[in-house]
């Protein structure tokens, strides 16, 4: 199965923007949409951005996505402590030997 | 409120079987697509298998494909998740989820399978 990348990690100050990229291929992020999940210690994970750049009820607009060809950003600004997480980018990959979900392997966030 | 429950885990060794279930409340269960995620301890999400609203589409990861079945209860809107041949690999937490594609909106808490001899 293909893969999706994402930095193992990332970190900001509070107040600060920070960007986490996932970088996909042809059949996954090139040929369909992108969602970001938030997940907290312990927790379950969160839909944080679907289709790209919408967020769900509840989401605050501090965060956003963005795509561009076969690469997804997820954009965090006004950086809080409670932002401390673990992000994952998600998309359906229809290759021939598909299809599937892939998850990138996650982006730890820190906030210094 | 939407609610997705997990049960079925627990301690198995290798080479056995296991039937997760997930019993969902709060909407219209035939009306959604299904999946189960796993989390190996300390690592990322992977997706394991979706099904769909009717239960006519079906599809898995490979490294479970030929292992696990999943199917759907739709008169007692419940999902399951059947594990043969477990592997150690195949330790992790599962999640039930809501969704479609890779657009997962509700999820359970999860169910802990660990495969250890």
């Known amino acids: 199965q293909s893969v999706l990348t994402q930095p193992p990690s990332a970190s900001g100050t509070p107040g600060q923007r920070v960007t986490i990229s996932c970088s996909g291929g042809?059949?996954?992020?090139?040929?369909?949409?992108v969602n970001w999940y938030q997940q907290l210690p312990g927790m379950a994970p969160k839909l944080l951005i679907y289709?790209?750049?919408q967020r769900p009820s509840g989401v605050p607009d501090r965060f956003s996505g963005s795509k561009s060809g076969s690469s997804a950003s997820l954009a965090i600004s006004g950086l809080q402590s409670e932002d401390e997480a673990d992000y994952y980018c998600a998309a359906w990959d229809d290759s021939l030997s598909g299809p599937y979900v892939l998850f990138g392997g996650g982006t730890k966030l820190t906030v210094l | 409120e939407v609610q997705l429950v997990e049960s079925g885990g627990g301690l198995v060794k290798p080479g056995e079987s296991l039937r997760l279930t997930c019993e969902v409340s709060?909407?219209?269960?035939?009306?959604?697509?299904l999946a189960w995620v796993r989390q190996a301890p300390g690592k990322g999400l992977e997706w394991v298998s979706s099904?769909?609203?009717?239960?006519?589409?079906?599809y898995y990861a490979d490294s479970v494909k030929g292992r696990f079945t999943i199917s759907r209860d739709n008169a007692n809107n419940s999902l399951h998740l059947e594990m043969n041949s477990l592997r150690a690999e195949d330790t992790a937490q599962y999640f039930c989820?809501?969704?479609?594609?890779?657009?997962?909106?509700?999820w359970g808490q999860g169910t802990l399978v660990t495969v250890s001899s």
């Open positions: 989820t809501r969704g479609d594609y890779s657009k997962f909106l509700f």
């Open positions: 099904i769909s609203s009717s239960g006519g589409y079906i």
């Open positions: 042809d059949s996954n992020i090139g040929s369909n949409t």
């Open positions: 709060g909407f219209v269960f035939t009306s959604y697509s």
């Open positions: 289709t790209n750049n």
